[in-house]
């Protein structure tokens, strides 16, 4: 019997024919990389392929000199004979699904991903396979997410209500992708916008490459916290209860995540609001992608794996199983950000 | 039930006590007067009788979403709340029906006397009308408690504004049994006596733990300090020559308690006594767990009566001739229960209601080490109250305080790991922990809060790479990372490999510098039980 075209090891996704890693959570020679998030694309790989738009953050994030090839949605080249080719995931702007073909026979990594469109990346496209991996971070029937245009509706709606009772509003969300998705949909009309410097540095790579976005402010030292007033500030989720977000008071906060689906999860974090809004697929939308790729062979990833899993095998009969990654989702602290800055060693030394 | 529904995620969306307060007397100024009775009867918890099983609801909603049984019982797992795993799993709906808040509740109750056919046909026919708000808010009538971050002096609060009566009036009139079927707010508020339930306990006044240093409440003679017991919080009420016995939690508890029934003749109509209720033997105030096996027990036995009579530590006095004293200081009031409780003892040498004695202390520092004496005394540690306080409604800062001892600790040895919940989903955050038995390691306790984000992603991320074995949502781990556990008691329970039984424990940190071996032992674990636990006969 010939052997898959691709493993699971320890460092990584494993293409042995093509002699290439995705996504890989140890530092390797080659790298394919899905998009930006930090559990995806890592410090320390001696070269990575990424989409045009995944290269820029990439570069920003892990250094402007690691070593990078970008390719278009749908442009193939050839490894060692695999032909390699990207395709829209839907995640964030400049995510991408990995198609890998030899002999014949088709593997997809879909990285992260959703259905939804958001307005602002390149809608995901089902891609026909044999083996197809995928997330599973709201793979439980309990996740059904509403329709985007009525969570933007309702974020301007708390916003004009915040400044009417002369209140701020901080609204947390990924600095990477959810930031931009969420700006993008912000009404001027309402008020003045803030940003957080970490996500004002990502909304200036989005800006360059791709398109505008609502008229913003950094906050920085110049700016007098006295003159912002009913204001929309936009911040990623690690200001929860800092100094820094104090220094907007009077002020409401919110998240913006899949999870604040649960009501525990969000009485839990103490937000006044939250936003039911995710860049992964809730779980009609995996349900949907899995059946659209005709895959027999799913390998779940991070998530509710091992009950995913099952539920492929049981109510689909496909030939699924859970393996164990070191990505972690959607996670409400970027702890994930957190973490990979701190391996990295300091460089000064 | 819609505006209902409305007030529940406006309290539910925000942490804000006035904001609360405002969306609940927005409601109350709107609602029709049977809806605004039962919406306070179900936020301060007195849901109706239950008459719908869980495995009803599990096998009909089942059939609604097409979801197998497994998945619903891991959805459940994760969402950790039965109403609010079903509306999420139900099939959402296009268009609703309109219900008033007091017609569905009264309909739930009225199901108690029907088939199996007719609940289901109502409960699928209402689950198929409902918006998913309104699901949830149905759901919850159904299954549980509707305690949902409301508490009761929010309520009292807002019933205050509404109404524009004095808080203490309204927490007083609210507490205690009543019914909301066929009353109303006005009618249940108002002073008209024939409409005061003779049985009414005063909301209690609850301490908040000390956490500054006790030299910040000023001078130590403006207090006076108690041992704070672990028992159950009551209070007794004589009043028209009728005996009512309520816990904290507000339950009647009058039968449970043979040993007071003497008191409706012996205590003068209109007091209510507030204090702790413990067994006692041979001089001690023995701690809660001897007596919680007779709470649950229809009747009690003549031994376990003989053997740890029950007798309430008093401290307080609300009432007395039939007049709310609680405006009165502290100093007051107790000189008042002192005096009453002497007089009746003269009468009655068996009296089962005993003065708390008051612990003297000429400084902090003796007040310091008084407290360190909490184990001998079978106590939880000090109450400190000002001399002057009045007898306030609810938990409230200043005047009274619980300065409990620190927690018991030992060290245990990482033994399984759990998954967690909701966001903690794909991550091993309960643990079971275990302590050496000669070359053995016999689990104790399980855990699982006390470990910041951080520590926990690494012992997670090491509990993956450490795996001996996998049964269902559980792993066991090589035996090699060390917790310092902390507990607040400790008893003995033969059901347990350990023997014992571990009162709240929590993790305090990790213990990086130890490794497994150097873990505690079983033999540990029962010296900290005989130094603790006081050894009940039985
Ligand atoms: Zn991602
Ligand atoms: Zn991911």
Not at chain 1, 2 to 12: E, I, V
Not at chain 2, 170 to 175: C, D, G, M
Not at chain 2, 304 to 309: G, T, V
Request: aromatic share 10%.
């Amino acid at each position: 019997m010939q052997k898959p075209l691709l493993s699971f090891d320890d460092y990584g996704i494993y293409c042995a024919a093509a002699d290439v890693y995705i996504d890989p959570w140890k530092p390797v020679k080659k790298a394919i990389i899905t998009h930006a998030h930090s559990d995806h694309a890592r410090w320390g790989m001696g070269f990575y392929l990424a989409h045009e738009h995944a290269i820029p953050v990439m570069k920003y994030r892990l250094g402007e000199d690691i070593k990078t090839q970008s390719l278009k949605y749908g442009e193939e080249i050839i490894m060692n004979g695999v032909k390699i080719s990207l395709h829209p995931a839907g995640h964030i702007w400049g995510s991408a699904q990995v198609r890998l073909e030899y002999k014949g026979e088709v593997w997809v990594v879909s990285g992260d991903y959703k259905l939804q469109a958001d307005g602002i990346s390149v809608p995901f496209e089902p891609i026909k396979c044999n083996s197809f991996i995928t997330e599973s971070t709201f793979g439980l029937p309990i996740y059904n997410f509403p329709e985007t245009q009525e969570v933007h509706e309702e974020i301007n709606a708390w916003w004009q209500t915040n400044r009417e009772e002369g209140k701020n509003s901080v609204l947390l969300a990924y600095s990477l992708g959810k930031a931009q998705r969420v700006m993008a949909h912000l009404d001027p009309s309402i008020g003045n916008i803030y940003t957080h410097g970490a996500v004002h540095n990502i909304n200036e790579i989005y800006e360059a490459h791709i398109g505008p976005l609502p008229e913003a402010l950094r906050i920085d030292s110049s700016v007098n916290r006295k003159e912002i007033k009913g204001a929309m500030i936009i911040a990623p989720p690690s200001a929860i209860s800092t100094p820094w977000m104090r220094s907007f008071s009077p002020y409401k906060w919110a998240i913006c995540s899949g999870w604040m689906q649960l009501r525990g999860t969000r009485r839990r974090r103490g937000a006044d609001r939250g936003f039911i809004m995710s860049d992964h697929a809730d779980w009609d939308q995996l349900n949907t992608a899995v059946l659209a790729t005709g895959a027999e062979n799913v390998y779940v990833t991070h998530g509710y794996k091992s009950i995913y899993a099952k539920w492929l095998n049981s109510n689909y009969g496909l030939n699924a199983t859970e393996v164990e990654t070191l990505y972690t989702g959607e996670a409400l602290e970027e702890t994930a950000e957190i973490e990979t800055t701190e391996s990295k060693p300091d460089e000064s030394i | 039930m819609k505006a209902f529904s409305e007030l529940f995620t406006r309290i539910d969306q925000t942490a804000s006590t006035n904001e609360k307060v405002d969306a609940l007397a927005d409601y109350f100024a709107q609602a029709e007067e049977q809806d605004a009775i039962w919406a306070v009867a179900v936020l301060s918890g007195r849901r109706p009788k239950r008459t719908v099983k869980t495995s009803e609801l599990w096998n009909w909603s089942g059939e609604l979403s097409g979801l197998p049984e497994w998945l619903q019982a891991e959805s459940y797992h994760i969402v950790g709340d039965l109403a609010e795993t079903i509306s999420l799993m139900l099939p959402v709906n296009k268009t609703f029906s309109n219900y008033s808040l007091h017609e569905v509740i009264e309909s739930l109750i009225a199901l108690g006397s029907k088939d199996e056919e007719a609940r289901k046909s109502y409960i699928t026919g209402m689950w198929a009308a409902l918006s998913t708000q309104e699901l949830f808010v149905f759901n919850k009538f159904i299954t549980g408690s509707f305690r949902v971050g409301v508490s009761d002096k929010i309520v009292i609060k807002a019933l205050a504004k509404h109404f524009k009566i004095e808080e203490n009036v309204v927490a007083h009139r609210l507490s205690g049994g009543w019914e909301a079927q066929g009353n109303s707010l006005p009618s249940l508020l108002s002073s008209d006596s024939a409409n005061n339930d003779i049985s009414r306990p005063y909301p209690f006044y609850l301490a908040y733990p000390l956490e500054a240093e006790p030299e910040s409440l000023g001078d130590v003679s403006e207090w006076i300090i108690e041992r704070k017991y672990d028992g159950i919080r009551g209070q007794i009420i004589v009043r028209n020559q009728e005996l009512f016995i309520w816990s904290r939690g507000e339950d009647l508890l009058t039968e449970k308690f043979s040993e007071f029934h003497s008191l409706v003749h012996i205590l003068p109509n209109g007091t209510v006594i507030d204090g702790e209720i413990l067994p006692r033997k041979e001089n001690c105030y023995l701690p809660f767990h001897v007596m919680q096996t007779r709470i649950g027990r229809k009747n009690v036995t003549k031994k376990s009566l003989q053997e740890a009579p029950l007798v309430m530590v008093c401290y307080d006095l609300p009432e007395l001739d039939g007049i709310d004293i609680r405006h009165l200081s502290l100093e007051e009031r107790r000189n008042k229960l002192e005096i009453l409780l002497e007089n009746l003892q003269t009468d009655n040498p068996d009296l089962p209601l005993h003065i708390s004695p008051v612990v003297f202390c000429k400084n902090w520092d003796e007040a310091a080490s008084e407290r360190l004496r909490a184990r001998e005394t079978f106590s939880e540690g000090l109450m400190l109250k000002r001399k002057n306080s009045e007898y306030k409604t609810g938990r409230r800062r200043g005047d009274w305080w619980k300065w409990k001892v620190d927690p018991l600790t030992i060290d245990g040895v990482l033994l399984y790991a759990q998954r967690g919940h909701g966001r903690r989903a794909d991550l091993y955050t309960d643990y079971t922990f275990a302590v050496w038995d000669g070359e053995e390691l016999v689990p104790f306790c399980k855990a699982y809060s006390g470990l910041t984000d951080k520590e926990m992603l690494s012992v997670d991320n090491w509990i993956k790479k450490n795996t001996l074995d996998k049964f269902g949502p559980v792993r066991s781990v090589t035996p090699e990372l060390v917790f310092e556990i902390g507990f607040e008691g400790i008893n003995p329970s033969p059901r347990h490999k350990s023997g014992v039984a571990l009162r709240f424990p929590r993790i305090l940190r990790r213990r990086l510098d130890k490794s497994a071996k150097d873990a505690n032992t079983k033999t540990d674990l029962m010296e900290l039980l005989n130094i603790y636990r006081f050894d009940n006969a039985e």
